[in-house]
């Protein structure tokens, strides 16, 4: 890794008379053996795992999948960094915490949501109610460090130790906020190239940190986001890689909402072109998120601190690069858009195990405060902690089977200049008037995971009430969409229990669902 800065000297110095200061307090080894686990979460952005978005990532699927546990159906709440990244802090779906979309307007980090979320986020309680140090690198929502928000001299509630980007994802030509300070980076890869420099302060976090107080640490990466600049060195990497051509690819989706209906098939050569050289951009980006799990995991283990720590390795959501037509992009029901990779290595977890029970990424707060001895049931949360799971104490028939899936669609007021044939109201075109997304691209769904089925119920919010249902066992790509001719007791059952999860809130999220064993006797 190369040499990328350091904190500021004051920062250090703080850190170190933390150090000496619970070195008095905590009275030595005795402490350090005797306290909670550390943890660590790791969270990309846009990494998919339904078009192989793993593949790069070798070192972390050893270190962390290999070594833990990896979970084969983990969905986000909302396919969308600032919705998805407020439901894994606040540990609620997009209705409670009322994150939108990546704009102010949509209350993406606006003073609303500081004012309303920020000090019941899972980092503020494990700081405040389990006496944990908490170190933030990365992205942390799209519009962080805007003016509006309070700049970057902004520090949300709960963080013992701040870095964290202004604005949206970059990999040179950006300023971080260092604990409230601006420090601004350029464009040299040995000391600006931001994945690197993530994992180079977390190194100097796991250098200067108390060792007698439990640690959380959460590293956001901005790979593999565009604009997908790679590190020089793996500038080269899968010249010959295409994004796969899966059934789903380049096919027109005929029975699916007018978003996805007006996409052009078979797509453009230029189109066709410019996705394939994305998905290589993004796969070499990962390469250095693959340094970082690396580096991080030796570090812990040089330290004699590997065995007593927790390692998420996770996405805010997925991607598609051609399926159903759609060039680029993130915002659809689809699984693709919705499922994303989750491993789980830490104390109490076996080795090379595999689960397919549902978790979401609402999971992940209730999951790590539930680590740190904190009761889930006295907080806000939606969610529910997995950590039984990992710890082979549950199985599927007292486990969940659903979860809500939201998403509000943006679009503009005025028709795209250079589609005007489209009229108002969609947004994210190219320049072959494939657009990604509408102000009606507004929809909610059940997707149902349970040893009977797998199944997605979903309804748009829009003039036809347009309405989507994939049997995900027979139809794992979504070809057809069979709402009309699915049974009418099925339809209506689902759309009760739509009705019902869009209005939950805390343990009312938590009720079994239509395929749930535990609701069998409410039939």
Not at 47 to 59: F, S
Not at 98 to 118: D, I, M, P, Y
């Amino acid at each position: 890794m190369c040499s990328t800065g350091s904190f500021p000297l004051q920062l250090l110095n703080c850190l170190l008379i933390c150090v000496t200061l619970w070195s008095c307090l905590s009275g030595g080894a005795s402490a350090k053996s005797n306290r909670r686990p550390n943890i660590v979460l790791i969270l990309t952005d846009d990494l998919d795992v339904a078009m192989g978005g793993l593949t790069p990532l070798k070192k972390t699927k050893k270190l962390i999948g290999d070594a833990g546990v990896s979970f084969t159906n983990a969905f986000v709440a909302s396919p969308l960094c600032c919705p998805s990244r407020a439901s894994i802090l606040t540990g609620k779906y997009p209705h409670n915490h009322r994150v939108t979309n990546n704009t102010l307007e949509g209350n993406c980090s606006s003073k609303a949501w500081q004012k309303s979320e920020e000090a019941t986020t899972f980092p503020a309680l494990l700081k405040a109610h389990a006496d944990y140090q908490t170190f933030f690198a990365g992205k942390y929502l799209n519009q962080y460090g805007h003016a509006q928000a309070g700049g970057v001299e902004h520090i949300p509630p709960g963080w013992s130790f701040w870095v964290g980007l202004e604005k949206n994802s970059k990999y040179y030509n950006y300023t971080l906020s260092v604990n409230g300070k601006a420090q601004k980076h350029g464009s040299d890869y040995s000391k600006d190239y931001l994945t690197d420099v993530l994992a180079n302060m977390s190194l100097e976090f796991l250098q200067y940190k108390s060792s007698y107080q439990p640690f959380f640490m959460m590293v956001s990466t901005p790979a593999p986001h565009s604009p997908w600049t790679a590190a020089p060195q793996y500038q080269n990497s899968f010249n010959s890689t295409k994004a796969p051509r899966d059934p789903n690819f380049n096919v027109h989706g005929k029975d699916k909402h007018w978003l996805i209906r007006q996409a052009k098939t078979p797509m453009s050569n230029s189109s066709v072109q410019f996705l394939d050289d994305a998905f290589r951009k993004r796969w070499r980006t990962l390469l250095s998120v693959d340094d970082l799990v690396e580096t991080l995991v030796k570090r812990l283990e040089i330290r004699g601190e590997l065995d007593n720590t927790y390692i998420f390795f996770t996405s805010d959501n997925g991607y598609h690069t051609g399926q159903f037509s759609l060039p680029l992009d993130k915002r659809q029901l689809y699984e693709f858009d919705i499922r994303v990779p989750l491993m789980v290595r830490g104390p109490q977890i076996k080795a090379n195990q595999t689960s397919q029970m549902l978790v979401a990424n609402i999971d992940l707060g209730p999951t790590i405060l539930d680590i740190a001895g904190i009761d889930v049931n006295k907080t806000q949360m939606d969610g529910v902690s997995f950590l039984p799971i990992m710890e082979g104490k549950v199985n599927s028939s007292s486990w969940r089977t659903d979860f809500l899936v939201e998403y509000e669609g943006e679009g503009r007021n005025v028709s795209d200049p250079a589609c005007p044939l489209l009229g108002p109201g969609v947004s994210e075109c190219f320049p072959d008037c494939v657009c990604e997304d509408a102000f009606n691209n507004t929809y909610a769904c059940v997707r149902t995971v349970a040893p009977s089925v797998s199944l997605q119920y979903c309804e748009f919010d829009d003039n036809e009430v347009f309405v989507e249902v994939y049997n995900m066992t027979a139809d794992p790509f979504q070809l057809k969409n069979i709402a009309k001719t699915i049974d009418q007791e099925v339809l209506e059952k689902m759309n009760h229990r739509l009705m019902m999860l869009q209005s939950c809130a805390k343990q009312s999220c938590r009720t079994p669902g239509v395929y749930d064993p535990r609701s069998v006797r409410h039939r």
